[in-house]
Every structure is written in structure tokens, then in C-alpha cells.
């Protein structure tokens, strides 16, 4: 699959449709500055395929990672004193599924999605944050955060939460992580109310590819 160039005048944020999650087609869109965004409600196995976009916003939404991040009052607290287990990679299909289950106007993280997704994780392009609850009889996860990370970029695709603030956690953690290790770019593509009280701001797609163009050059562990 090849995909139009978005830094070119007048690109529109919706550049092309197709339902190809290979590993190739999706790191080539994250490179490329496009992400997926299937739309409409997840399909019957016999009904037809979703309709699957291939964005590249104007403006583009980013966690600033240049200086530490300033979280709220409360976040900060929260952060000192939550009781919840934070893991990297330990369940990264389960977040993703997760993320699909919680949104009850219907999600748009199909089985195609995650099959793709899942791929990516398995060759170490894919990360997710994991926030579990702990009891007597084991443990349970409350919130997560996953993503794609090429060098030093990383694109936030989704969040949950099933405790209060537990997204919360899961995405300063992230973001913490992604900064010590040396990466550059947070890319949270859209943004809403949520993520502009996280801290995330909104650039021109031009500055987001030239940023993401010299993000690509770094290659930083993620740990």
C-alpha cells in the first residue's frame, strides 16, 4: 500500500482507505505520519468490511516531552499514592482489547486492528503501559495505554480505564518512560478535552513532520 504525501499544499486529513494491517503498511503509515482510524461500529463476522481511514490531522496533538512534565495538583498526587502495579509490555493485547470493550458507543478497534497491532508487539514496535489492581487472589488490570514506537517517536493510539484515574496513571507513566529514554515525540494524534488537561498541545501538521522526520533518526530504547 502506498500513501499520499501530507506535507504537500492543501493535503486533506483523510488520505486513504484500505483495511491492509500488515506490519509493513502500518509502520509505513506511522513514518509516513498517517494512523489508521476505522469508522463505524465493529462488524459481524458475515457483514461487510469496516471502512478504515488513514488519517494525517491539521493540527496534529502532542505530549510535549522537551521538558518534564507538569502534571495537576491532584495527578501528582495520585501519582505518589495510587495502589496500583505499573508494568511495561506484560499484557499488551489485553490493554489493546480493552481499550475496544470500554467505549460504549461502539469501538472502532476491530479484530483486524488488533491481529496487526499484536504483530507489531511481537516484533518489539508496539508497547503497552499496564495498571493492575492487586488482591488476595491475584490481579486485575484497571487501566492501560498502547502504542507504536519508531526511534524516537511514540503514537499514543489508546487508553482505558476502569479505576478512577487509572488512565491517568497509565499515560504519565508512558510519558515519563518515553522522556527518560530518550524519545522526542509523543504523538497523540487528535485532541480532546481529556488530553488537553494531561498536558498535550496542538502543532500545524507541518511542525509535527518535521518533527517526526527528526524523531525517526534517533533509535532510544524504551524501558
Same mark, same amino acid.
Given at each position: 500500500?502506498?500513501?499520499?504525501?501530507? +506535507?504537500?499544499?492543501? $493535503? &486533506? /486529513?483523510?488520505?486513504?482507505?484500505?483495511?491492509?494491517?500488515?506490519?509493513?503498511?502500518?509502520?509505513?503509515?506511522?513514518?509516513?505520519?498517517?494512523? &489508521?482510524? &476505522?469508522?463505524?461500529?465493529?462488524?459481524?463476522?458475515?457483514? $461487510?468490511?469496516?471502512?478504515?481511514?488513514?488519517? +494525517?490531522?491539521?493540527?496534529?496533538?502532542?505530549?510535549?516531552?522537551?521538558?518534564?512534565?507538569?502534571?495537576?495538583?491532584?495527578?501528582?498526587? !495520585?501519582?505518589?499514592?495510587?495502589?496500583?502495579?505499573?508494568?511495561?509490555?506484560?499484557?499488551?493485547?489485553?490493554?489493546?482489547?480493552?481499550?475496544?470493550?470500554?467505549? @460504549?458507543?461502539?469501538?472502532?478497534?476491530?479484530?483486524?486492528?488488533?491481529?496487526?497491532?499484536?504483530?507489531?508487539?511481537?516484533?518489539?514496535? @508496539?508497547?503497552?503501559?499496564?495498571?493492575?489492581?492487586?488482591?488476595?487472589?491475584?490481579?486485575?488490570?484497571?487501566?492501560?495505554?498502547?502504542?507504536?514506537?519508531?526511534?524516537?517517536?511514540?503514537?499514543?493510539?489508546?487508553?482505558?480505564?476502569?479505576?478512577? /484515574? !487509572?488512565?491517568?496513571?497509565?499515560?504519565?507513566?508512558?510519558?515519563?518512560?518515553?522522556?527518560?529514554?530518550?524519545? !522526542?515525540?509523543?504523538?497523540?494524534?487528535?485532541?480532546?478535552?481529556?488530553? @488537553?488537561?494531561?498536558?498535550?498541545?496542538?502543532?500545524?501538521?507541518?511542525?509535527?513532520?518535521?518533527?517526526?522526520?527528526?524523531?525517526?533518526?534517533?533509535?532510544?530504547?524504551?524501558?
Amino acid at each position: 500500500m502506498r500513501f499520499p504525501d501530507p +506535507s504537500r499544499p492543501g $493535503a &486533506p /486529513d483523510v488520505l486513504a482507505m484500505g483495511c491492509d494491517f500488515s506490519a509493513g503498511t502500518l509502520l509505513l503509515a506511522y513514518r509516513s505520519g498517517i494512523f &489508521p482510524w &476505522p469508522h463505524g461500529e465493529q462488524q459481524e463476522p458475515d457483514d $461487510a468490511a469496516p471502512l478504515v481511514l488513514w488519517f +494525517s490531522p491539521e493540527p496534529r496533538a502532542i505530549f510535549p516531552l522537551e521538558e518534564p512534565a507538569h502534571w495537576s495538583r491532584s495527578l501528582r498526587r !495520585t501519582l505518589r499514592v495510587h495502589p496500583y502495579e505499573v508494568t511495561l509490555d506484560e499484557a499488551f493485547g489485553e490493554v489493546m482489547r480493552h481499550c475496544g470493550a470500554t467505549r @460504549a458507543e461502539g469501538t472502532w478497534i476491530i479484530p483486524e486492528l488488533v491481529a496487526g497491532y499484536e504483530r507489531l508487539h511481537q516484533l518489539g514496535w @508496539a508497547h503497552s503501559v499496564e495498571v493492575w489492581e492487586k488482591s488476595s487472589s491475584g490481579r486485575t488490570l484497571v487501566g492501560g495505554i498502547y502504542g507504536v514506537a519508531i526511534g524516537g517517536m511514540f503514537a499514543g493510539e489508546s487508553m482505558f480505564h476502569s479505576r478512577t /484515574d !487509572t488512565s491517568k496513571i497509565a499515560f504519565a507513566t508512558m510519558a515519563e518512560k518515553l522522556r527518560a529514554s530518550g524519545f !522526542t515525540l509523543f504523538d497523540v494524534q487528535v485532541l480532546t478535552s481529556h488530553l @488537553a488537561s494531561l498536558g498535550c498541545i496542538e502543532v500545524p501538521r507541518a511542525e509535527y513532520l518535521l518533527r517526526l522526520k527528526s524523531a525517526l533518526q534517533r533509535n532510544p530504547k524504551l524501558v
